[in-house]
């Protein structure tokens, strides 16, 4: 899509964020240096312009604006630092009671953006597609692993899709290509500098891999560990990070693994973040991220009614071969720490590794760990760099970070396209309940360099 489309059809009816960008002072010697947002523009309307055929255009948007720009961005060493590229999730969905896709026939995009004042200005956008140039979409992907399909009111069931993917973390490689991450299965995917999916990495035995093995599409590779089969729904992985000499990927899950009962894992604050090899394709090495006590995390008392499950790993970006940020959050707060490999121990290939064949309440397992050092396991050592919630302005949701200067950060939110999970709908079959929530990109500037 080029840059005229781009701007003719953002430039129709929509409404920018009227007067200059805001400059506040907030803990740490943080402040917020400038705030861009995506004008509204209909969701059918944009998707149809990067659909190949008519068949996988979307006929009915049901009123949804274009959002979920946030849900990951990445400021390539080589651009400006206002430009991004930058991935939205699977698409508009809600679940009330049920897992439901408003617009089925949308893909997942990969846009390129400039930060001009306060507007992100589109100048590319590519869906991702599979090897025969079909859109993957952003369905479900496997019956009884994966949440059960509806369409947007939750009145029918629709089809899965083994190709679908629900897009978190994105890099850029200096060659074009793309590395994303995917909350399904879940999987690492490669993508060429169209769009295409080169490669989807899996677990070992996980159900996908025996379902697109009777597909003849792109290459599916049962590299990652086993136990990655035991995620969360919804939960799979989240962040992704590329290191300067572009050899390795950190990738993180968002939450604990259902393991070895849901009950357990739900309770747990260790999550797995994982080191992949580009060159070998293979993970080199898996280290244990804690979480901060939900409570305090939220500065609420002790004993606080929200539930540890709340905590999330949401975003990655690399600054060493061995350090990287982390972007650990609930949906309505959000901090940033550094992390170094160096100091963790590796548990890759150890027992923590290794799946029960029937496991219990009484399964020795990481995520039942109160306290990884009991168990000889040393943690990511973390050091705070901003606390966003301390920031006035800052949107619920943040998911995407990028170090564009040793100390600015830019942050963007998801918007989840302006739904909410009991999303209701007219007699028109017209979304009723918007939030108004815009996707919004936020430079911040840091108390100290981060090195």
Known sequence: MNRAAVVCVLAAGVALLAGSSVVTQAQQGARLLQVAELPDVPLGAFHNLLARFSVDEIRDDHGVRLGSFGSDIFNDPGDSYNEFWAVTDRGPNGNPGKRTFVTPAFAPTIFYARIHDNRIVLLNARQIVDDSGRPVTGLSNVAEFDETPWDFNGSNLINYNPNGLDTEGLVRTRNGHFWLVDEYSPSLVHLNSNGRVLDRYVPENSPLATVLANTPNYRVKKY??????????????????????????????QSPLDYPTTTIGRASRNVRILRFDIASERVTGEFVYYFDEVCAFLRQPAGCAVVPGEMKISGLDAISATSFLVLERTDTAAKIYRVDVSGATDIF????????????????????????????ITVLPKTLVVDLSTLPGMPNKIEGIALVQPDVLAVANDNDFGMIDNATFDANGKMSSDTGVKSQLLYVQLPSPVN
């Open 224 to 253: 990652l560990p086993r136990i990655l089969n035991t995620r969360r729904q919804n939960r799979g992985f989240e962040g992704l990070a590329l290191t300067p000499d572009e050899r390795t990927l950190f990738v993180a899950m």
């Open 349 to 376: 290939g150890s027992s923590w590794d290794t799946l029960a064949s029937s496991p219990s309440a009484s399964t020795t397992a990481l995520e039942g760990l109160a306290n990884p050092a009991t168990a000889g």
